[in-house]
């Protein structure tokens, strides 16, 4: 039967395959002893079968290959991760996300590439950075979600007024902000 899931995962999701096996830890999931750790947030009653709707990884003991997890949770509305490393493999699962309408991206080491393969998300809305390194790549990249109504680049280093402006004229529709010196 888990090979059958993961075959259908698979085949469903071609950018983002399964790398773990699952863990077993007692009485506990996996997913219920990462909430206990501190390391991932589920908005909502989670205990009750419902589905959440925000979900949050904190601290560098999440790599990119636990972003396949997003993949089982498809009513997300709301992802944030701080400190995450972030490369295309996580773009690849929080492209299966259909159902994001805000994420938050703070503290994280980006991959100069994937953030464009958000474009597959309609109904995100909302893209906010946090202390994180912008490129001229990141730029460029964000720049081809046209869906998008607002970015925020908050407390970022090396963003530009070129790059802002730049952005903005790839994204005339939406709102796009930058603290910068």
Not at 65 to 79: A, D, I, Q, Y
Request: aromatic letters at 6%; hydrophobic letters at 45%.
């Amino acid at each position: 039967m888990l090979g059958l899931l993961i075959l259908s995962i698979n085949v469903l999701l071609p950018g983002c395959s399964v790398l773990a096996t699952e863990q077993s830890y007692g009485q506990l999931t996996v997913t219920e002893d990462l909430i206990r750790q501190e390391i991932i947030r589920l908005g909502g009653d989670w205990e009750s079968g419902a589905k959440p709707t925000m979900v949050c990884f904190l601290g560098k003991k999440f790599e990119s290959r636990h972003f396949e997890m997003l993949t089982h949770l498809p009513s997300v509305k709301f992802f944030h991760t701080d400190g995450c490393p972030i490369d295309q493999f996580a773009f690849a699962c929080l492209s299966q996300v259909r159902q994001l309408e805000r994420l938050d991206i703070k503290n994280c080491r980006l991959a100069s590439k994937g953030i464009s393969l958000l474009q597959a998300n309609r109904e995100l809305k909302e893209l906010r950075f946090e202390s994180v390194i912008v490129s001229d790549e990141l730029i460029e990249e964000v720049g081809t979600i046209k869906h998008l109504n607002l970015v925020v680049f908050s407390d970022c280093k090396g963003m530009t007024h070129v790059q802002l402006k730049k952005l903005k004229i790839a994204l005339p529709d939406a709102i796009v902000e930058a603290d910068l010196p």
